[in-house]
């Protein structure tokens, strides 16, 4: 498919965003089975609960070399879309195997083989999505806010669907939006966009990594966005100790995900025009100090609500901030890279630390184990405040 230039017919921009539409759609459907159920599957398959925790905390190290590693070849290959589909595939495959192995040994290999598989394909799949949205000249937010949309959708239709045919639904409900994420991302507007430009060699990409404001950005994005650890990690536990009911915790959760749908629809492009890429993540960090300092005083319920509404200035305004400085600041050929590093030190690395850190403090300090997260999104606001004097809107020189 030849990406629509923002000079190009309007039917051509509307087709592009259409299909990067479709496969956000696709793409977070696979990611809203796997990331709530798939512990299910696995305790359903037979293994205790401390086992499926060390299944998954033994993926971390995995997901997180993937998650930089595959958007490094893909850059470097210029074959974003080749590798995203050959990824997509390759976990679908080894998904569907899982309804054959019994063996626990082969359970932990494949376990590992998907995680990776999948940390490969977020990155890859923003890259594309924002590579789509500066060459198609449509804004990012609207269209990525499908893929919360199917995001939530799946989470409701696998917990219903969980009941009456058992969690073998998860499984291939996780197969069927793969494949269809690989076919829609065999023709995806956002790659091809180096138009003849040599693909970066891995000094070349070592560079950007290294490079001083990028790392500024990194990790200051990293500390800001991993600060939802002990949220992720010990949200609905601690909540269900202070009493709350499990249908107000999963209404809360669907709120937070509800009121992200709407800022990324409605307010992002307006938002990100007024305060640029360093407003919306200093945004983020000043969030996470607020919400989450409110939250080490264990609120009331109503109370929760307004704090929920809160996850669109520590994850949305944070995670639009950073895909809009990587399509200002950083060359296009290094994309996927660009991506790989901001998803894998924020997603993986930084919230394992956090992740840890709660699971000592936790069992001692209850909620006020969320001074953690306030400490996380403080260290990350000094970072991105620095930034700010750093980087003057212009494309890094390397």
Not at 42 to 64: K, P, Q
Not at 169 to 183: D, S
Request: glycine share 14%; charged share 10%; proline share 5%.
């Amino acid at each position: 498919m030849t990406v629509a230039a923002p000079g190009a017919p309007r039917a051509a921009r509307r087709a592009a965003q259409v299909h990067t539409a479709a496969f956000y759609a696709a793409m977070f459907a696979v990611m809203g089975a796997h990331l709530p159920f798939w512990p299910i599957w696995l305790a359903d398959w037979g293994l205790s609960a401390g086992e499926v925790g060390l299944f998954m905390t033994l993926g971390v190290a995995t997901r997180v070399v993937a998650g930089l590693g595959f958007p490094v070849l893909a850059d470097r290959l210029d074959r974003r879309r080749l590798v995203m589909v050959a990824l997509c595939l390759a976990a679908a495959a080894v998904f569907a195997a899982h309804a054959a192995i019994g063996d626990r040994a082969l359970l932990l290999v494949a376990t590992l083989l998907t995680g990776a598989a999948l940390a490969g394909v977020l990155p890859l799949g923003e890259a594309l999505g924002a590579g789509a949205a500066r060459a198609g000249g449509f804004a990012y937010g609207p269209v990525r806010a499908i893929g919360s949309v199917a995001f939530l959708v799946a989470n409701l239709a696998l917990g219903a669907l969980i009941a009456p045919l058992g969690p073998g639904a998860v499984l291939w409900w996780i197969v069927a939006g793969l494949l269809l994420t690989a076919a829609l991302g065999r023709r995806h507007p956002g790659g091809g966009t180096l138009r003849g430009h040599k693909p970066p060699s891995l000094p070349q990409i070592g560079r950007m990594l290294t490079h001083p404001v990028f790392l500024l950005f990194t990790l200051g994005i990293a500390l800001s966005l991993s600060s939802h650890a002990v949220y992720y990690v010990y949200g609905s536990v601690h909540w269900r100790a202070l009493g709350i009911a499990d249908g107000t915790i999963g209404a809360l959760w669907a709120f937070s995900v509800a009121v992200e749908i709407a800022v990324m629809l409605l307010a992002a492009p307006y938002l990100l025009r007024r305060i640029g890429p360093i407003g919306m993540m200093a945004l983020s960090g000043i969030g996470g100090i607020l919400r989450w300092g409110a939250m080490m005083f264990d609120p009331g319920v109503a109370w929760l609500w307004p704090l929920q509404a809160m996850h669109s200035l520590t994850f949305v305004a944070g995670h639009l901030g950073a895909i809009a400085f990587v399509q200002a600041a950083v060359p296009e050929r290094y994309g996927a890279s660009a991506q790989g590093a901001y998803l894998g030190l924020g997603g993986g690395v930084m919230t394992a630390v956090g992740m840890g850190l709660a699971a000592v403090v936790y069992p001692r300090a209850g909620g006020l184990t969320y001074g953690i997260a306030v400490a996380m999104s403080a260290a990350g606001l000094v970072l991105i405040l620095r930034l700010r004097s750093r980087w003057r809107g212009a494309e890094l020189d390397i």
